[in-house]
């Protein structure tokens, strides 16, 4: 597999639903946070390598800094199906107990994803409702192609 960051604003903007297109791994800059709260500065997304077993999809590693107050992150993400064009969706709710890692300077989450043109977002929640700025997520956008080994 072959993960490779895109730096078309148009897709993450399409992919996610967002009214404005931003950069990848960037809050638009024009964005003000909702009140107050902020999302992480960037997203990254790389591929873990290592031996795996035919037919099992790859492990993406999300990482992103840490936003002071943050109980936990919501990660959502959208992909398109290289051989349907079906989109799909997936959301993960991030905290201590289910991060790769949680440490004062960044978080890091892994999971399997299939191929295709993905769009991701992080947003940082508050408090026991999960609060945050859901308007301003913060993207990254990459291609996860099929092996052909």
Do not use: K
């Not at 996610?16 to 990254?44: D, E, H, I, K, M």
């Not at 992150?73 to 959208?78: F, K, P």
């Amino acid at each position: 597999m072959i993960l490779r960051v895109l730096g078309l604003a148009a897709l993450a903007a399409a992919l996610c639903g967002a009214g404005v297109a931003a950069q990848p791994g960037r809050a638009p800059a024009a964005a003000a946070p909702a009140r107050g709260f902020a999302n992480p500065t960037a997203l990254r997304a790389s591929e873990l390598l290592g031996r795996r077993v035919p037919g099992v999809a790859p492990r993406i590693l999300f990482e992103w800094d840490q936003v002071d107050g943050a109980r936990g992150y919501v990660l959502q993400g959208r992909w398109v199906d290289p051989s349907t064009w079906a989109l799909h969706a997936r959301e993960f709710r991030v905290d201590a107990r289910n991060a790769r890692r949680w440490a004062a300077d960044g978080v890091a989450f892994d999971v399997s994803l299939p191929p295709g043109a993905h769009s991701w977002t992080v947003v940082a929640v508050f408090g026991p409702e999960d609060i945050g700025d859901f308007a301003h997520p913060t993207h990254v956008s990459f291609d996860l192609e099929a092996s052909h080994d």
